[in-house]
């Protein structure tokens, strides 16, 4: 059973700043795919960063610059750095595994079978 727990979620101005975090047992950190997702209301779950075991990144469009998506093995965390964000940032965030990378120019929600119940990001202008 693969079990993510998010955590750092949180309201926070335009501009701000904000890291989003995310527990899971160690080898799952070590050697899984993993990604953040983030998801608002009516809309689909939209892919926002992906990390796979040899740490090479992988960004949407929409936050590269911005997110930072790092792991940290010896915690056995993920973690989702976000800064200057913006109020269309604004959803819930989810956390995301995979035994396996599937290769893609995309982080689609369909790649991944572990998720987390999500943590709440809200940035008002």
């Known amino acids: 059973q693969v079990q993510l727990v998010e955590s750092g979620g949180g309201s926070v101005q335009a501009g701000g700043s904000l890291t989003l975090s995310c527990t899971a047992a160690?080898?799952?950190?070590?050697?899984?795919?993993l990604a953040w997702f983030r998801q608002v209301p009516g809309k689909e779950r939209e892919g926002v960063a992906r990390?796979?075991?040899?740490?090479?990144?992988l960004y949407a469009d929409s936050v590269k610059g911005r997110f930072a998506i790092s792991k940290d093995t010896a915690k056995n965390t993920l973690n989702l750095q976000m800064s200057s964000l913006k109020p269309e940032d604004t959803a819930m965030y989810y956390c995301a595994a995979n035994i396996y990378c599937i290769i893609s120019s995309s982080i689609a929600s369909h790649h991944f079978g572990y998720w987390g119940q999500g943590t709440q990001v809200t940035v008002s202008s």
């Open positions: 160690g080898n799952i950190v070590s050697t899984y795919c």
């Open positions: 990390i796979d075991k040899r740490r090479s990144v």
